[in-house]
């Protein structure tokens, strides 16, 4: 470093040692009032760093009373840039840099710059360059490829200029300071709005979730009523037939056994008595005796066959009302199944716009299924109700001729299964597949929201196939699942467990 560009004068006291020139009185009262005759508690932080002791001396002596809003300067001094980059990671708080650019190097103070701006990220500290060798350091240079914030050579570092300049810096630094205490306030008052509307957010979906469960209590007790009061009147219309038909049909035996045996009395009297009298003869004639005795063994059994066709219908209204069942029990799958298709058996016969319906039962042999039995046939009549709609939809459409409807009911057994982490063992899959009209994706989509139907005003509510799901899910750990094609056809599987483990859903519906 070249001392010629600093007065100083080994004769001379420290205390007179100044830059370039000293002080004139009028450059003291211009700075007059930057200080304060209280004594300031407080101080910024000057790191000063130059390879002189010289340098660390005047600008010490220059800056010695130099106080800004009250707080006075405090020199840090480092005799390198490597022991700057050591003072500056001990002190971060550090104001204001007055660097020497050529040191132990030519270019450690540009190196030092990139350091504490670079590694150290810090944007906010003042670096002022103070050069002995402007040439050797060209200043255009200097402020366009480093980030400082200002350049001076030693020689027009007056005490007063050396003032404006640390002066300007500090204030820089304070305002600095200022902006990025509001942007991180910013920062943090925006990280809190993302975090309330986070939490709206969730609030919202919680409420959505609430409504939605809502909807679902709703519609599951509006189903429960409806099946509950449709039990009730099924048991107890099927209870009410059943005395009477059980009355008939354990009595019609012996009505034909007893006219079997008037029959034979007849024939005998007639073996022994061929020629009575005139008047039998006439009311034998008249009564058509002989066609009643050969017609009437007939409508007995013709009386059987209806009344045990009526038995069967009083057992199948009882086993899909499941009314005295509403635990869960081990049933026969089956049973239900033939329930469910003997009450809608009315819906399968063939009318003016179709064919009769062709329901193919594919069974296999299932073991018992513990379950809530009336709930499940439930699930069947929905399932196979909305297989006949389909199958008459399409039959309006084609020409009878052409057209074949047909439903077919498969049940096989398969492996076990986990659903929502509920383990199963075996299980069984039931298929009831329909040639009917089909659907579209789209309304496949939509299939098992509730409320959603594609069927006319007053002919379905959209809560079955809803029901029918969440019958399946939360009681029975089952799976019901969809698969179609337009014109082609639709088909539903059913998948549970032959015994579910999660057996602790509540019984909320008949």
């Not at 020139?21 to 101080?43: G, H, I, R």
């Not at 060798?133 to 050579?153: A, F, H, L, M, W």
């Not at 204030?171 to 925006?190: A, D, T």
């Not at 509006?222 to 449709?230: A, G, N, P, T």
Request: proline share 3%.
């Amino acid at each position: 470093m070249d001392k010629s560009i600093y007065g100083f004068s080994n004769e001379k006291s420290s205390e007179e040692v100044l830059f370039a020139e000293e002080v004139n009185s009028d450059e003291e009262l211009f700075f007059a009032d930057e200080v304060s005759e209280d004594s300031p508690t407080e101080s910024w932080k000057i790191l000063i760093v130059d390879d002189e002791a010289q340098v660390h001396t005047a600008t010490d002596l220059a800056l010695r009373k130099f106080v800004y809003e009250n707080k006075s300067l405090k020199f840090i001094s480092a005799y390198s840039a490597k022991e700057a980059q050591q003072l500056i990671q001990e002190h971060p708080d550090v104001a204001i840099i007055l660097l020497d650019v050529i040191m132990e190097t030519d270019d450690a103070g540009l190196e030092f710059v990139k350091y504490v701006r670079q590694v150290l990220g810090n944007q906010l500290v003042r670096i002022i360059l103070r050069t002995g060798q402007p040439g050797q350091v060209p200043e255009k240079s200097v402020i366009i490829n480093y980030d400082i914030n200002d350049y001076k050579t030693k020689t027009e570092l007056t005490t007063s200029k050396l003032y404006t300049t640390v002066l300007t810096a500090l204030r820089s630094f304070c305002l600095g300071h200022k902006l990025q205490s509001e942007i991180e306030q910013r920062e943090q008052v925006e990280k809190a709005l993302r975090i309330s509307e986070e939490k709206e957010h969730q609030k919202a979906l919680a409420l959505e979730h609430f409504v939605r469960e809502l909807q679902d209590t709703q519609l599951q007790l509006v189903q429960s009523e409806k099946m509950s009061s449709l039990g009730q009147l099924v048991a107890g219309v099927a209870h009410e037939i059943n005395n009477p038909v059980n009355f008939i049909y354990g009595n019609i035996s012996y009505a034909k056994d007893y006219i079997k045996e008037l029959i034979y009395m007849l024939n005998l009297y007639q073996r022994h008595y061929p020629q009575p009298e005139a008047e039998i003869l006439q009311a034998i004639e008249d009564g058509e005796l002989s066609f009643i005795m050969d017609d009437l063994p007939k409508l007995l059994s013709s009386l059987q066959l209806g009344i045990e066709r009526i038995r069967m219908i009083v057992e199948s209204l009882r086993n899909f009302s499941r009314l005295d069942e509403t635990e869960i029990k081990s049933v026969d799958i089956h049973e239900g199944i033939n329930s469910t298709l003997m009450i809608l058996q009315h819906r399968l016969k063939a009318r003016a716009e179709r064919p009769a319906i062709d329901v193919i039962k594919d069974y296999s042999q299932l073991p018992l299924v513990t379950c809530y039995a009336g709930q499940l046939n439930q699930v069947f009549m929905n399932l196979l109700a909305n297989a006949i709609d389909a199958l008459e939809e399409r039959g309006s459409r084609e020409e009878s001729k052409v057209f074949h409807p047909q439903i077919l009911i498969r049940t096989e057994v398969v492996a076990g299964n986990s659903y929502d982490n509920i383990s199963t063992g075996s299980g069984i899959r039931v298929t009831i597949a329909d040639n009917g009209i089909g659907m579209t994706e789209k309304v496949r989509a939509k299939l098992f929201t509730p409320f959603f139907t594609t069927k006319p005003i007053g002919k379905g509510t959209g809560m079955g196939l809803s029901i029918s799901r969440k019958i399946l899910l939360e009681k029975h750990c089952a799976q019901l699942e969809c698969f179609s094609t337009p014109e082609q056809g639709t088909q539903f599987i059913i998948e549970m467990p032959t015994i579910c483990i999660a057996t602790n859903f509540p019984v909320s519906m008949v």
